[in-house]
């Protein structure tokens, strides 16, 4: 708390990107944890809330005659922007969440804080929830080829892998440590993925300190160990998923990549994914794209291009299919590597488990993908914050009916076997995903949601079988009383409570408006979005002035989907005039 | 293997497997051979046709078709294969429209209502009747003599005679004068379209044009005139005798210009696009830049932004708006049949839309023949072709993908209507306008598509499950973020399709079985509670 120099500033406003004319007022607060928005006004008290490490830049604009505006990039690519009148009150708020998004140690960080009121058991289950040694299990592990090591125990080979690593059954203690002291940050090749059906598998590790002619017998022995673990492949492909000129340049290090001479039935390939900076670059760039006010379709296509961001995708994506394949497909084992083995190593391997294993395509099964290749392999944090914190995983499976896709089942032959996504560009397509990097401009998704909307029908279906249950076991009753002759006046209490629970499932079913209130996140009624103002409108905005404010407040009267542009308060003013110039009558709407 | 059926001009390629793992059989169906049903599925249209290579005595023909299909076969023997390509090359650009298919086509269903009269203008006339008595029925282009692009009959203001028709006929280009398109109930506020005012270098006025144009408004209230050309354009339009109405004639009215593109960049657009889908390199930056380039999305935009302008203007601001460009055949109906789309909900049922294809592109005098000769294999010689009936029909997809539950219809017909535009068995879209329709005679010798589509049996394929009828106005998003490539035609020969249906399939299956459910629980509770009521008497 002692970072907070200023807990509250009122009058601040809150503004709407895509609109500049449209501001909400309200009051700023500064808590231990998060900035706190909130919208004056008597009615619906609209709040923002934003954690604090979820802040990923602030940035303080020159102070204009309204204020002093203050630019929140967030992690999540939301981008919050406040003006602050004082520009005093601003520079503290600006200091103290510098402070605040930086934390120091550990401790600082909201899981430490964060208390979802469950008991010390629920907090151990939740931590149960993913079990990786569960899921080599399911895979078919331990087996015949492969075995649990615990080589790595107290992390003493290796400070970034888990304690427990699933290795071949041939690969001894010393070949293990011989490999992983060739190994860039001692990452030796570990098991990421078995495919019981063909003994192929996915292992992964670092690259090898093979510099320009270093060897290493136990490494050498290791590849042949993975090998060896696949009966049926004569070979094993390593995969060096960087560039070959970053490859290349390692070596000048002492690093660098496999010797196919050295090394007895490897394949050695490049995919070339590109590294951490250029990736971060690449984000950077689209995410400027996304924040261009009314750009044109050739600015946006254009800086979507130049900012590279889906060729990266796409490298991912053929590195992953190559694996895939090579698994599924010629049952070969596979060894993928980048520079330290835990960024472009991890994305490969996630993709080529995700298109091999149907499992991985459930709610949990993903959980545990990323568990698997993301968490486990990285750092590990240490264990005595399970003790403080809480399980990401637990939470999430708790509220897995939100994060359902209505049109999984499980019997679709696309949920069986491995999966062959169509990777020709124009297949692959330009799909920019608005819903992750847009999120937070529910102007520019689709009104209607078709995922929302299945998800209520058949959360209505299942009411309405629970329902059949219960009249055909009524028709049943008096049917058999009707034969008995016997008049139980008690059953009309019965009745009446069955219609209400009817009525109100039919109501849902039948008519629109009352079947989208019960969506909640449908745009056209969620209170959330329902002063979202359309960009076709604000194209026009300042050209075309309410002439006519009966029907501006009719506006208001209609409910659904029109809500989300007719809220927009359009101020007195006249039609443009072609006196003031040629160029007011096409200004704006030419603009686009 | 080829086989001929003998007698004069076949009109279709057929291939066709005789048994199951056969190999298949090439038909060059003549006009006057019964075709059985089955073999119809497979009938398509040439676009254009090439001899690849031949090899050997091995001929291959690839065949590119209007629907953007390519298909490629292989011939034996190099005779046959020169004999098929003379015979499609011949086929495809037959130059005459009684050699067309739809006139020899006979339908093998029961025809239950005649398209031909399910969109009668006085049908449409009833309706507004109901809701105003502002506007008459005129039959002052009975014999086409005034307007040859017009219909017979067009709706306008009650207030102006025939006779000052005429001559706002005389002031306007190609005789289109401003006619009513749409009236929305809501407020009263009109939509009408016309052609450019031929005002000429000096500024020529016609006194009953601005009556007309004025009869519309309610007394104080003021329009807009959305003019589908840049200003720039619409200045220059004035030296070959056309121009835009002056702010001094017309002081009710704001002129906004927007920049809708015509011809041959649109038939550029769509040549450069398809050329970039059917690229199957596996370079990204290549493919981006390739869709950028064809600058289709842009189009889209413009097209969407101008409608999502007029809607605007008559719901949000309560004015009445004119549309035109330069003939007011192209840009002008796409704003004015797009704006419908947003504002009435009619207009998004499959009855509705169709009726709306019919007045706003058919009986308005959208060039059809002209403009869906070719489509995208074209040499780009074509003068007048241009894909703007294509990209109507995109921008409604576009808005169908942003309300996925107001619309009656799916995408699948929309790509029928796209087929049917460009190649079809039915007469519906041939000729340019209706004077040309009734000359050659076509609801006599032609059969509807509409008599084929309003058929229960093909309707269900057309129908959307997710749909919930939407009383209100629709506001697309014309962001970039917003607009997509319309996958379902552009990539519709590129990309496997299985998984998508199977996908498709189990929306349908979720909402046939909630719908089945309600049924049953009904149908109990009614049994229930007349039991129930037995049981207390």
Not at chain 1, 25 to 33: E, H, M, N
Not at chain 2, 38 to 60: A, D, N
Not at chain 2, 153 to 179: C, N, Q, T, W, Y
Request: charged share 25%; net charge neutral.
């Amino acid at each position: 708390m002692e970072h907070i120099r200023m807990p509250k500033v009122e009058n601040v406003r809150l503004l709407d990107r895509l609109s500049s004319r449209k501001a909400a007022l309200g009051t700023l607060y500064l808590t231990a944890t998060h900035v706190i928005f909130v919208e004056n006004g008597s009615e619906t008290r609209k709040e923002t809330w934003v954690l604090h490490s979820q802040i990923s830049s602030i940035e303080k604009q020159a102070t204009t005659a309204t204020g002093c505006p203050l630019l929140i990039r967030c992690k999540n690519f939301q981008v919050i922007q406040l003006v602050i009148p004082q520009e005093r009150d601003c520079h503290d708020i600006y200091i103290s969440l510098i402070r605040l998004a930086r934390p120091v140690k550990y401790e600082e960080l909201y899981c430490f804080s964060f208390n979802p009121k469950l008991d010390k058991e629920e907090r151990e289950q939740g931590w149960k929830l993913i079990d990786l040694n569960e899921e080599y299990n399911r895979m078919g592990i331990p087996n015949n080829y492969w075995q649990i090591s615990d080589v790595n125990r107290d992390y003493g080979v290796c400070d970034s892998y888990p304690t427990e690593v699933y290795v071949p059954k041939s690969a001894t203690a010393h070949i293990i440590v011989g490999s992983s002291k060739f190994r860039s940050r001692r990452r030796f090749p570990a098991l990421s993925y078995f495919c019981k059906d063909n003994n192929a598998s996915i292992c992964r590790s670092s690259q090898p300190l093979s510099g320009f002619s270093a060897r290493c017998l136990e490494d050498e022995q290791m590849l042949q160990a993975i090998r060896k673990a696949n009966p049926g492949g004569d070979f094993i492909y390593v995969v060096d998923t960087r560039p070959k000129l970053n490859a290349i340049a390692n070596r000048a290090a002492g690093k660098g990549y496999e010797n196919e001479d050295n090394y007895s039935n490897i394949k050695f390939q490049f995919i070339g994914i590109e590294n951490i900076h250029v990736m971060r670059n690449s984000l950077q760039k689209m995410l400027e794209v996304c924040e261009l006010k009314s750009p044109s379709m050739s600015d946006f296509l254009w800086g979507l291009e130049n900012s590279g961001w889906l060729k990266h995708i796409k490298a991912i994506m053929d590195a992953g299919i190559f694996i895939a394949k090579a698994v599924a497909e010629e049952g070969v084992s596979v060894l993928v590597h980048c520079s330290d083995g835990w960024d472009r190593t991890a994305q490969v391997c996630s993709v080529a488990s995700l298109l091999l294993d149907p499992y991985y395509r459930t709610v949990k099964g993903f959980m545990v993908l990323i568990e698997k290749d993301w968490v486990s392999f990285g750092h590990k944090f240490n264990h005595r914050i399970q003790e403080r914190t809480y399980s990401l995983w637990a939470h999430l499976w708790k509220n897995r009916a939100d994060y359902l896709n209505p049109l999984y089942r499980s019997d679709h032959s696309q949920t069986q076997g491995t999966l062959h996504p169509q990777m020709a560009p124009c297949n692959f397509l330009y799909k920019f995903w608005s819903g992750m990097y847009n999120r937070f401009e529910k102007g520019l998704h689709p009104r209607q949601s078709v995922t929302d909307y299945l998800m209520a029908v058949k959360e209505e279906t299942q009411q309405l079988e629970e329902e059949l249950g219960i009249l055909q076991e009524r028709l049943a009753n008096l049917q058999k009383s009707q034969l008995d002759n016997d008049k139980d006046k008690s059953k009309q209490q019965d009745q009446s409570k069955q219609l209400g629970l009817f009525n109100s499932s039919n109501s849902l079913a039948n008519t629109p408006q009352e079947y989208s209130s019960d969506l909640k996140s449908f745009p056209s009624r969620s209170p959330s979005q329902g002063d979202e103002e359309d960009s076709a409108l604000i194209l026009t905005q300042d050209n075309l002035k309410s002439s006519d404010p009966d029907l501006s407040a009719n506006s208001d009267q209609e409910s659904g989907v029109e809500d989300l542009s007719c809220r927009s308060p359009s101020g007195g003013g006249c039609l443009p005039s072609e006196d003031s110039g040629k160029d007011s009558d096409e200004a704006v709407f030419l603009a686009v | 293997m080829l086989r001929s059926c003998g007698c004069c001009t076949p009109t279709l390629i057929l291939l066709k497997k005789e048994k199951l793992g056969g190999k298949p059989s090439l038909y060059l169906i003549s006009n006057h051979c019964r075709i059985p049903r089955m073999e119809l599925k497979k009938w398509t249209t040439t676009s254009k046709y090439q001899i690849k290579r031949f090899v050997g005595s091995l001929g291959t023909i690839i065949i590119k078709c209007k629907d953007l299909r390519i298909i490629q076969l292989d011939i034996p023997g190099m005779e046959e294969c020169l004999n098929i390509a003379s015979s499609i090359e011949a086929l495809s650009t037959l130059d005459s429209v009684t050699l067309m298919y739809p006139f020899f086509y006979r339908p093998m269903f029961e025809i239950v209502e005649d398209g031909w009269r399910s969109f009668l203008p006085d049908q449409e006339f009833e309706l507004l009747s109901s809701v105003t008595d502002e506007w008459r029925l005129s039959c002052i282009n009975k014999e086409f003599s005034v307007c040859p692009s017009y219909p017979p009959v067009v709706i306008v203001p009650k207030s102006v005679d025939d006779e000052a028709l005429r001559k706002v006929a005389m002031f306007r280009h190609g005789s289109r004068f401003p006619v009513l398109s749409y009236y929305h109930k809501k407020n009263g506020m009109v939509m009408m379209r016309s052609s450019q005012p031929l005002t000429g270098t000096n500024g020529r006025r016609c006194k009953e044009d601005e009556k007309l144009i004025n009869a519309t408004l309610r007394p104080g209230k003021r329009g807009y005139i959305i003019d589908t050309r840049s200003l720039n354009v619409a200045q220059q339009a004035r030296a070959k005798g056309g121009g835009f109405e002056q702010e001094v004639h017309y002081p009710q009215w704001r002129r906004i210009h927007k920049c809708i593109e015509r011809f041959n960049i649109l038939q550029e657009s769509l040549i450069k696009l398809v050329e970039a889908c059917n690229d199957q390199s596996h370079n990204m930056d290549r493919w981006l830049s390739k869709l950028e380039a064809s600058n289709w999305l842009t189009h889209i935009k413009e097209i969407l932004t101008a409608a999502c302008l007029a809607a605007q203007c008559i719901d949000r601001e309560g004015a009445s708006v004119l549309v035109h460009g330069t003939e007011g055949t192209d840009s002008t109906l796409q704003v004015t049949s797009l704006a419908q789309i947003i504002l009435d909900p009619r207009c998004r049922t499959i009855r509705g839309f169709e009726s709306l294809v019919v007045r706003e592109w058919l009986q308005a005098g959208h060039p059809f023949q002209q403009r869906c000769a070719q489509s995208a294999y074209s040499n780009g010689k074509q003068k007048w072709e241009a894909p703007v009936f294509l990209l109507f029909l995109d921008c409604v997809w576009q808005i169908l993908r942003q309300f996925p539950c107001s619309f009656e219809f799916n995408e699948q017909f929309l790509i029928m209507l796209f087929e049917h535009a460009y190649a079809s068995q039915f007469g519906t879209f041939l000729g340019n306008n209706e004077n040309e329709r009734s000359k050659l005679k076509l609801p006599q010798k032609t059969m509807s598509l509409w008599s084929w589509v309003n058929r229960s049996e093909e309707l269900r394929k057309f129908q959307n499950p997710l749909f919930e009828a939407n009383s209100l106005v629709i506001w697309p998003s014309v962001a970039p973020q917003s607009l997509q490539l319309w996958e379902g035609v552009f990539l519709r020969w590129n990309r496997p399709s299985k998984f998508l249906d199977e996908a498709h399939e189990e929306m349908i299956n979720i909402i046939k079985y909630n719908k089945e459910l309600q049924a049953k629980v009904n149908a109990l509770r009614r049994q229930l509670a007349e039991m129930e009521t037995d049981d207390k008497m």
